[in-house]
Protein backbone atom coordinates (compact mmCIF):
# COMPACT_ATOMS: atom_id res chain seq x y z
CA UNK A 1 0.00 0.00 0.00
CA UNK A 2 1.42 3.52 -1.17
CA UNK A 3 1.97 6.13 1.86
CA UNK A 4 2.67 9.19 2.01
CA UNK A 5 3.37 11.49 5.29
CA UNK A 6 4.41 14.72 5.93
CA UNK A 7 5.45 16.47 9.28
CA UNK A 8 6.83 19.44 10.37
CA UNK A 9 4.37 22.15 10.01
CA UNK A 10 3.13 24.69 13.33
CA UNK A 11 2.61 28.36 13.90
CA UNK A 12 5.76 30.53 12.89
CA UNK A 13 6.16 34.32 12.97
CA UNK A 14 6.98 36.67 9.64
CA UNK A 15 10.40 36.22 8.79
CA UNK A 16 10.48 32.60 10.26
CA UNK A 17 11.79 29.47 9.09
CA UNK A 18 10.30 25.79 8.67
CA UNK A 19 11.26 22.67 7.45
CA UNK A 20 8.75 20.06 6.19
CA UNK A 21 9.63 16.49 5.88
CA UNK A 22 7.39 13.68 3.89
CA UNK A 23 8.34 10.31 4.20
CA UNK A 24 6.83 7.46 1.42
CA UNK A 25 6.76 4.07 1.26
CA UNK A 26 4.56 1.29 -1.04
CA UNK A 27 6.54 2.79 -4.17
CA UNK A 28 10.05 2.49 -5.74
CA UNK A 29 10.88 6.35 -4.11
CA UNK A 30 14.15 6.63 -6.39
CA UNK A 31 11.88 6.17 -9.46
CA UNK A 32 9.94 9.18 -8.78
CA UNK A 33 10.06 13.03 -8.63
CA UNK A 34 8.33 14.07 -6.18
CA UNK A 35 6.73 17.69 -5.39
CA UNK A 36 5.14 19.76 -3.01
CA UNK A 37 1.85 21.65 -3.60
CA UNK A 38 -0.13 23.89 -1.35
CA UNK A 39 -3.28 25.26 -0.37
CA UNK A 40 -4.28 28.26 1.48
CA UNK A 41 -7.29 28.35 3.29
CA UNK A 42 -10.48 28.10 1.71
CA UNK A 43 -8.51 28.10 -1.57
CA UNK A 44 -7.34 26.04 -4.33
CA UNK A 45 -4.52 24.23 -5.10
CA UNK A 46 -0.91 25.91 -5.72
CA UNK A 47 2.10 24.19 -7.28
CA UNK A 48 5.31 25.13 -5.04
CA UNK A 49 8.29 22.99 -6.29
CA UNK A 50 9.49 19.77 -7.74
CA UNK A 51 13.01 17.82 -7.69
CA UNK A 52 13.93 15.08 -10.12
CA UNK A 53 14.34 11.35 -9.46
CA UNK A 54 17.96 12.00 -8.34
CA UNK A 55 17.37 14.86 -7.16
CA UNK A 56 19.69 16.54 -9.71
CA UNK A 57 16.80 19.20 -11.06
CA UNK A 58 14.61 21.23 -8.66
CA UNK A 59 12.15 24.06 -9.81
CA UNK A 60 10.00 26.46 -7.78
CA UNK A 61 6.87 28.76 -7.98
CA UNK A 62 7.93 32.31 -8.52
CA UNK A 63 6.31 33.01 -4.78
CA UNK A 64 8.92 30.68 -3.32
CA UNK A 65 11.99 30.82 -5.21
CA UNK A 66 15.03 32.02 -3.85
CA UNK A 67 13.28 31.16 0.23
CA UNK A 68 12.32 27.43 -0.61
CA UNK A 69 14.43 24.69 -0.75
CA UNK A 70 13.60 21.28 -2.02
CA UNK A 71 15.73 17.81 -1.32
CA UNK A 72 15.43 14.64 -0.94
CA UNK A 73 17.18 11.39 0.03
CA UNK A 74 16.20 8.47 -1.80
CA UNK A 75 18.50 6.09 0.64
CA UNK A 76 15.56 7.19 3.57
CA UNK A 77 12.45 7.63 0.94
CA UNK A 78 12.41 11.23 2.31
CA UNK A 79 11.46 14.47 0.81
CA UNK A 80 11.98 17.58 2.71
CA UNK A 81 10.94 21.72 2.13
CA UNK A 82 13.20 24.16 3.52
CA UNK A 83 10.82 27.22 3.99
CA UNK A 84 13.25 30.65 4.76
CA UNK A 85 11.86 34.28 5.39
CA UNK A 86 8.09 33.02 5.31
CA UNK A 87 5.43 35.28 4.96
CA UNK A 88 1.17 35.27 6.03
CA UNK A 89 0.58 34.67 2.46
CA UNK A 90 2.45 31.45 2.81
CA UNK A 91 -0.01 30.18 5.55
CA UNK A 92 -1.62 26.95 3.58
CA UNK A 93 -1.98 23.02 4.36
CA UNK A 94 1.50 21.30 2.47
CA UNK A 95 0.72 18.21 0.54
CA UNK A 96 4.09 15.95 -0.84
CA UNK A 97 2.86 14.01 -3.68
CA UNK A 98 5.13 11.86 -6.20
CA UNK A 99 4.77 13.05 -9.41
CA UNK A 100 6.40 16.30 -11.26
CA UNK A 101 6.94 17.55 -14.66
CA UNK A 102 7.21 13.83 -16.36
CA UNK A 103 4.02 12.38 -14.46
CA UNK A 104 0.82 12.95 -12.98
CA UNK A 105 0.84 14.36 -9.20
CA UNK A 106 -0.11 10.55 -8.42
CA UNK A 107 -0.28 9.92 -4.20
CA UNK A 108 -0.81 12.75 -2.05
CA UNK A 109 -0.32 12.40 1.85
CA UNK A 110 -2.63 14.35 4.28
CA UNK A 111 -0.79 17.45 4.54
CA UNK A 112 0.52 19.55 7.16
CA UNK A 113 -0.35 22.65 8.25
CA UNK A 114 1.90 25.87 8.21
CA UNK A 115 0.55 29.23 9.67
CA UNK A 116 2.34 32.20 9.83
CA UNK A 117 0.94 35.05 12.08
CA UNK A 118 2.22 36.99 14.49
CA UNK B 1 2.86 30.34 -17.28
CA UNK B 2 0.08 28.78 -18.72
CA UNK B 3 -3.55 29.76 -16.93
CA UNK B 4 -5.83 26.97 -16.88
CA UNK B 5 -10.13 28.23 -16.59
CA UNK B 6 -12.22 25.90 -15.40
CA UNK B 7 -16.05 26.18 -15.84
CA UNK B 8 -18.66 26.48 -14.45
CA UNK B 9 -17.62 27.42 -10.58
CA UNK B 10 -20.28 25.70 -9.26
CA UNK B 11 -22.47 23.04 -10.85
CA UNK B 12 -25.63 21.83 -8.83
CA UNK B 13 -27.33 18.30 -10.04
CA UNK B 14 -28.97 15.89 -8.49
CA UNK B 15 -27.50 12.41 -7.87
CA UNK B 16 -27.80 10.06 -11.01
CA UNK B 17 -27.20 13.45 -13.57
CA UNK B 18 -24.49 13.59 -15.64
CA UNK B 19 -21.72 16.09 -14.88
CA UNK B 20 -19.67 17.73 -17.70
CA UNK B 21 -16.71 19.94 -16.50
CA UNK B 22 -14.40 21.74 -18.62
CA UNK B 23 -10.81 22.93 -18.43
CA UNK B 24 -9.09 25.02 -21.11
CA UNK B 25 -5.54 26.41 -21.38
CA UNK B 26 -3.58 29.71 -22.60
CA UNK B 27 -1.75 27.89 -24.64
CA UNK B 28 -1.62 24.27 -25.77
CA UNK B 29 -0.41 21.84 -23.06
CA UNK B 30 -0.78 18.69 -25.55
CA UNK B 31 -2.56 15.86 -23.56
CA UNK B 32 -0.30 16.85 -20.58
CA UNK B 33 -3.53 17.36 -18.58
CA UNK B 34 -4.83 15.44 -14.74
CA UNK B 35 -8.04 16.09 -13.50
CA UNK B 36 -8.09 15.68 -9.05
CA UNK B 37 -11.02 15.54 -6.92
CA UNK B 38 -10.83 17.07 -3.54
CA UNK B 39 -13.52 15.98 -1.08
CA UNK B 40 -13.85 18.14 2.06
CA UNK B 41 -11.36 17.52 4.53
CA UNK B 42 -9.49 15.53 2.44
CA UNK B 43 -6.32 15.74 0.01
CA UNK B 44 -6.51 15.52 -3.20
CA UNK B 45 -6.85 12.51 -5.31
CA UNK B 46 -5.66 11.68 -9.10
CA UNK B 47 -8.93 10.91 -11.08
CA UNK B 48 -7.38 10.93 -14.48
CA UNK B 49 -3.88 11.71 -16.27
CA UNK B 50 -2.50 12.65 -19.72
CA UNK B 51 -6.31 13.81 -20.71
CA UNK B 52 -7.74 10.36 -20.61
CA UNK B 53 -6.19 7.50 -18.88
CA UNK B 54 -7.93 6.41 -15.45
CA UNK B 55 -5.77 6.50 -12.94
CA UNK B 56 -5.29 3.03 -10.37
CA UNK B 57 -9.25 2.32 -8.73
CA UNK B 58 -11.32 4.98 -10.38
CA UNK B 59 -14.68 3.90 -11.59
CA UNK B 60 -15.54 3.93 -15.15
CA UNK B 61 -18.45 6.68 -14.60
CA UNK B 62 -15.52 9.10 -14.88
CA UNK B 63 -13.66 10.11 -18.20
CA UNK B 64 -11.26 12.58 -19.46
CA UNK B 65 -10.93 13.56 -23.31
CA UNK B 66 -9.45 16.60 -24.88
CA UNK B 67 -5.98 18.36 -26.21
CA UNK B 68 -4.34 20.94 -26.85
CA UNK B 69 -6.25 23.78 -25.01
CA UNK B 70 -9.15 22.77 -24.28
CA UNK B 71 -10.64 19.34 -21.68
CA UNK B 72 -13.24 18.31 -20.41
CA UNK B 73 -14.17 15.35 -17.37
CA UNK B 74 -17.05 13.83 -17.34
CA UNK B 75 -18.99 11.79 -14.53
CA UNK B 76 -21.69 9.99 -16.29
CA UNK B 77 -23.82 9.03 -13.44
CA UNK B 78 -23.00 11.64 -10.34
CA UNK B 79 -22.87 9.17 -7.17
CA UNK B 80 -23.25 10.68 -3.91
CA UNK B 81 -19.76 10.58 -2.72
CA UNK B 82 -18.82 12.30 -6.60
CA UNK B 83 -20.16 15.38 -4.62
CA UNK B 84 -16.81 17.46 -4.10
CA UNK B 85 -14.53 20.35 -5.98
CA UNK B 86 -12.51 19.29 -8.92
CA UNK B 87 -9.32 20.85 -10.50
CA UNK B 88 -7.47 20.30 -13.66
CA UNK B 89 -3.47 20.29 -13.78
CA UNK B 90 -1.23 20.86 -16.58
CA UNK B 91 2.61 19.08 -16.73
CA UNK B 92 3.66 20.23 -20.36
CA UNK B 93 5.81 23.33 -19.02
CA UNK B 94 7.28 24.68 -15.59
CA UNK B 95 5.52 26.22 -13.84
CA UNK B 96 3.19 23.65 -13.22
CA UNK B 97 -0.32 24.87 -12.54
CA UNK B 98 -4.12 24.22 -11.52
CA UNK B 99 -6.99 25.66 -12.79
CA UNK B 100 -9.27 27.10 -9.97
CA UNK B 101 -11.51 24.23 -9.62
CA UNK B 102 -15.48 23.54 -10.03
CA UNK B 103 -17.52 22.50 -7.19
CA UNK B 104 -20.41 19.88 -7.88
CA UNK B 105 -22.82 20.49 -5.33
CA UNK B 106 -26.06 18.75 -4.68
CA UNK B 107 -29.06 20.58 -5.53
Same mark, same amino acid.
Given at each position: ?5 ? =? ?6 ? +? +? #?? *?????? =? ?11 ? *? ?10 ? =? ?11 ? #? ?6 ? #? *???? !? ?7 ? !? ?20 ? !? ?9 ? =? | ?15 ? %? $? ?11 ? /? ?6 ? $? ?8 ? /? ?5 ? /? ?5 ? /?? $? ?38 ? %???
Amino acid at each position: EVQVLE =SGGGLVQP +G +G #SL *RLSCTA =SGFTFSNYAMSWV *RQAPGKGLQWVS =SISKSGGNTYFAD #SVKGRFTI #S *RHNS !NNALYLEMN !NLRVDDTAVYYCTNGGGGQALD !NWGQGTLVTVS =S | EIVLTQSPATLSLSPG %E $RATLSCRASQSVG /SYLAWYQQ $RPGQAPRLLI /SDASNRA /SGIPTRF /SG $RGSGTDFTLTISSLEPEDFAVYYCQQRNSWPLTFGGGTKV %EIK
